[in-house]
């Protein structure tokens, strides 16, 4: 969805009815959609009084889903499925309080059916918000000692002496150029 165009809730259902009917129009049977989830979202009841957090915009697109399928009796689209996603530049807690939100979709019997992709929360039977919380922050830690092994793999293998010294891994063996004429 496109950020700062669709902030309240009558363009954001319209926007949505309309992706659907262009889904429709363009022979799509199975989606898969992107929604940016960031707690930030700016999608506002159509009076300004209330803003619609991230909960209430998976409702707002599964309602127009479901409505969309009534009326056209279940025959057009076979699957949509929400894609949790969100920005590039969210810090490490960010992505947590995300990651720890995605899963809580995922576990909801409301979103669950929606939701794209199977969790590794599914075969570890966490139940609680303190036990995905916990689970969420093992994750992180694990990705964070990942990406430090293999920095520091990066830095030994381009320390290493040799005939590769003073070049980038990848450009070790030149290629003589010709001109083509």
Avoid at 13 to 36: G, S, W
Avoid at 93 to 102: H, I, N, S, T
Wanted: charged share 25%; with cysteine.
């Amino acid at each position: 969805m496109m950020k700062g165009l669709f902030n309240y809730e009558t363009a954001y259902r319209k926007y949505t009815r309309h992706c659907l009917d262009e889904f429709v129009n363009d022979n799509i049977q199975y989606a898969e959609i992107r929604p940016n989830f960031m707690f930030s979202n700016q999608v506002w009841k159509d009076d300004g009084s209330i803003r619609i957090d991230n909960i209430g915009i998976m409702d707002l697109i599964i309602s127009e889903y479901e409505a969309f399928q009534k009326d056209h009796q279940q025959r057009v689209l076979k699957g949509l499925k929400v894609i949790y996603c969100t920005p590039r530049s969210f810090s490490e807690k960010q992505v947590g309080d995300a990651l720890l939100q995605c899963f809580q979709f995922k576990m909801d019997k409301r979103f669950s059916p929606y939701i794209a992709g199977k969790l590794a929360v599914d075969s570890c039977n966490v139940d609680s918000t303190s036990e995905l919380t916990e689970y969420t922050r093992l994750r992180l830690s694990r990705r964070r000692e990942q990406r430090q092994t293999t920095q520091r793999l990066q830095a030994a293998v381009l320390a290493i002496p040799g005939p590769m010294q003073g070049r980038r891994p990848g450009n070790s063996f030149p290629l003589p150029l010709r001109r083509v004429a």
